[in-house]
């Protein structure tokens, strides 16, 4: 192609069947972007009030004049080039805040609207939509680094995902080497903002030898695994039995020094309400580094990520390390995606890399390049295979990203939300994106279904 000024013969597809447009080639100028183009279907649909759109060649974005994207990538201009065309992502509305008084280190939503936090100040707190606190669990003597909400299925021993009035479970990790699992009495109420939910620990995890970085959840709710800077995985029965012994009260409660030095006891029927204690019922020692994240997608298989550059695919009962997929650089999160298999990882160079585990040969299928500080943590969207969000060290308002994986460098949306870096993201609903981070606040963001 001589010059950007020649026309091209375009064909508009989509797969959103209610704005389809005739199939037969137009010519357009080739000077025409996205912006351009989107007058044009929305001037063939005769819209109003117009739809935005964008558009893809090949299953990747056009993010430049179509002449552009045709000599970058080899077609001729005597090819008709197949346009698909989307309906283009708004960006969020302002978020909501939810103030703490330390860092929020990690946040996780919950189907029915609540959000769990984990904060530097020790504590674990679930928020309703209204910004209020319904439970508070204060029992981890130093700053709470992960957090999840637990949810056994129907057929799960100990049944209690959500009880007649509403109770849940959740989990928290904490830089005091303890994972303790709690239960939210009156959370998961038909109305918990009425709710006067209270917040109770009733499992305490000891075992690791150092901060606790991270805790994934068993599928069906009976195990947990966590990860540690002692380089070690380990899993843990969430079920209560007889042999659990009991946690003094000083320790269940959070004393530091009790917490230390726990004195147990042998649970007897009178004291089945006290919070009890529980070793590991196995230990994982393959990783070369600091466990950083654990993703727990299905049943049988672990996969773990941390400072040694490294994903980890652990066989659960073998505690066997079967597959491990080296990146370039340390890897702060790892997650899966329902829709696709793949796995993100959110890594220390600023990048967030794309692998899918199901596969030999090629390590990182693509890389989204657009944060300039190291990314720690990534969330993809509950609904689509193609959409995630970043959090990173950078700046405001480059430190949460919105991003398609068919665009690589750059992202949806800016997402002007935090001051300080984020530490933490999750998307629990198609239109509820939440985030924490070094502003002591957990953000909600509001997004438009499509």
Known sequence: MDSDAAEVRVQFVTKQTKYAVTDAAIALPGTLR??????????????????????????????????????????????VVKLEFIVAAAPPEPPTEYKHDDWVASVHGHKQGLFLSGSYDGLVRVWNDSAEVVGLGAGHSRPVTSVQWLQRQSNSTNNSSTGENGDLECVSASQDETVRLWRVQGAGAAKPKDAAAQMHCTIVFRGHSAAVNAVAVQPTGDMICTGSWDRTLKVWSTVANADDEVESSAAAGGSAAAAKTPKRSKKSASSLPATVTKDALGTFTDSKGSVSSI???????????????????????????????????????????????????????????????RVTGVVVRSVLASHQAPVTSLAWSPVSQFQLVSGSHDAAPNNLKLWDIRSVNIPLHNINAHTQRVLSVDWPLETVIISGGADNSLKVHQLHAV
Not at 56 to 74: E, N, T, V
Not at 311 to 329: A, F, L, Y
Request: contains cysteine.
């Open 295 to 357: 993703i727990w997608p299905e049943l049988g298989v672990v996969y773990s990520a941390g400072e040694d550059h490294c994903i980890r695919t652990w066989d659960v009962q073998s505690g066997i390390n079967s597959h491990t997929m080296t990146g370039p650089k340390a890897i702060n999160c790892i997650r899966h995606s329902a829709q696709s298999g793949l796995i993100a990882s959110a890594d220390f160079d600023g990048k967030v890399r794309l692998y899918d585990p």
């Open 34 to 79: 996205r912006a351009q183009l989107s007058q044009t279907v929305n001037h063939l649909l005769q819209l109003d009030p117009p739809v935005p759109f964008d558009f893809l060649i090949d299953g990747h974005f056009l993010r430049s004049s179509l002449s552009k994207y045709m000599q970058d990538h080899g077609i001729s201009a005597e090819e």
